[in-house]
């Protein structure tokens, strides 16, 4: 019989449980991460349904940086604002109602 597969045997099995170990670790980060994404993801959300000034500043932002890019990179075509995607103009407050004849 060959004496030399016993001791081989528990150093395997501490080889596989720290490969193990830190897949394990790797997974939680993951995990953890994924859970950041989802809390800012709901945040955003809360924040955006709180008030439509975000969404408009956001689309506005975004626009901005369209056109600074294409100025910077010297793309004339994207430079002018696409129809769709212009910000809508702000609905202004409601006013105060006021009975109407009829």
Avoid: F
Avoid at 8 to 23: F, G, I, Q, S, T
Avoid at 28 to 36: H, K, M, Y
Avoid at 49 to 54: A, L, Q
Wanted: hydrophobic share 35%; glycine share 2%; charged share 30%.
């Amino acid at each position: 019989m060959d004496s030399s597969s016993p001791p081989e045997r528990p150093r395997d099995d501490a080889v596989d449980m720290l490969e193990l170990n830190k897949y394990l670790e790797r997974m939680i980060e993951d995990a953890e991460n994924i859970s950041v994404q989802l809390t800012w993801m709901a945040y955003d959300l809360v924040a955006l349904r709180t008030g439509p000034e975000p969404g408009l500043l956001m689309r506005k932002l975004a626009e901005a940086h369209r056109t600074c890019r294409a100025a910077v990179c010297g793309d004339r075509d994207q430079e002018q604002p696409e129809p769709d995607d212009v910000p809508e103009p702000a609905a202004p407050p409601p006013a105060a109602t006021t009975p109407t004849r009829m």
